[in-house]
């Protein structure tokens, strides 16, 4: 079966893009259609001596958790790159790690954003990663964990992401005048991808709640409408589904903290702060080169107020178009 995670971050900023990402990994159990969730295997327990949830970690062992909490830890924005790199690395299309750089990471996740669209990216196109953790981290936690890979029958077979700047964030809820329906549309899009590949194998997916929504069953039929559709579970914490189609089958889950629940979902949740990480620092780095007195930003609302009423003169003075900087909503 496959497990697989699809999870967001940078959905509430300000600055700065949205990065919509999902992770699968390929073991060898076959799918439970009456307990999807329940009956199927831990990664975190499967991978365990290369693998933490809490950390850091002093033995070498990847962290691999929400990333909210990954990043408030020591060395927070070290460890979340180390286990972006090192899964990089040993995924089923193996990156080489020597001399990569952003816009090449950007192709192997599958995200078409071209970073010269926006000044404030493109100056940081072709910085070697990586940029936060020591040169040799990723592939000594990368060997590690490849091993253990190989001994359990584990691997990651899928590992994608949807990175959203702010000129395209804002022509897509434009055109449904809807902030939400743009998170669900690109989570979609990861979920049809999966499904496609991966339904004939029995796959699981775990997803973070949808904006506070309880119900999914009418979205997952206009999405699916090749698939029958039955209602697993529904509640105020987890909304379970079984599809069944015709190459397969998929079970679907929005649980409340996926994060918590599914290594592939926090992975996922790793792979989007990342991205967004990256793209806010080579952000910061821009702008300070043209203000240094202006103290760098994080995007979220209050500190992007902040952060524009300072910067306004220079943004004017550069003929920056406000579109393609500041997210409408």
């Known amino acids: 079966m496959i497990i697989a995670g699809i999870d967001e971050a ?8 949205l990065v919509v990402s999902a992770s699968a990994f390929g073991v ?3 799918l439970s259609t009456a307990e999807p969730l329940a009956s199927a295997p831990c990664l975190w327990r499967r991978l365990k001596p290369a693998v933490v949830a809490k950390g850091p970690s002093r033995d070498g062992r990847l962290v691999i958790a929400d990333s909210k909490l990954v990043t408030h830890m020591a060395g927070g924005l070290a460890l979340l790159e180390q286990a972006v790199l090192s899964m990089l ?8 790690l020597d001399g990569l750089q952003p816009q090449a990471l950007l192709t192997r996740l599958g995200s078409p954003v071209t970073l010269h669209e926006h000044l404030w990216y493109a100056h940081d196109a072709a910085a070697a990663l990586p940029r936060f953790c020591s040169t040799e981290a990723p592939t000594l936690a990368g060997n590690l964990l490849q091993s253990v890979m190989r001994a359990t029958q584990t691997q990651l077979v899928f ?5 959203v700047a702010e000129g395209e964030y804002n022509r897509m809820v434009q055109a449904t005048n809807n902030k939400a329906s743009v998170l669900v549309s690109l989570t979609l899009g990861h979920l049809d991808a999966l499904v496609r590949r991966f339904a004939g194998q029995g796959l699981l997916v775990v997803i973070d709640k949808q904006g506070g929504r309880g119900h999914y069953l009418n979205l997952l039929m206009a999405a699916f409408p090749q698939a029958q559709v039955r209602v697993l579970e529904e509640s105020a914490a987890c909304s379970g589904y079984l599809l069944t189609l015709p190459t397969g089958r998929a079970a679907v889950y929005f649980q409340e903290k996926s994060e918590k629940h599914c290594l592939a979902t926090a992975l996922a949740s790793m792979v989007c702060k990342y991205l967004r990480e990256l793209f806010m620092h080579a952000f910061n780095r821009w ?7 202006v103290k760098p930003t994080a995007g979220y609302y209050q500190d992007a107020m902040r952060w524009l009423g300072e910067m306004q003169p220079t943004i004017a003075s550069l003929g920056i178009d406000r579109s393609m900087l500041v997210r409408c909503r």
Not at 10 to 15: E, F, H, Q, R, V
Not at 89 to 96: I, L, N, P, T, Y
Not at 159 to 163: H, I, T
């Open 89 to 96: 690395r040993v995924s089923g299309e193996a990156v080489s």
């Open 28 to 30: 060898d159990e076959p």
């Open 287 to 293: 702008w300070q080169a043209h203000r240094p007195e």
């Open 10 to 17: 940078g959905y509430g900023p300000l600055l700065g893009p």
């Open 159 to 163: 590992l994608a992401s949807r990175v």
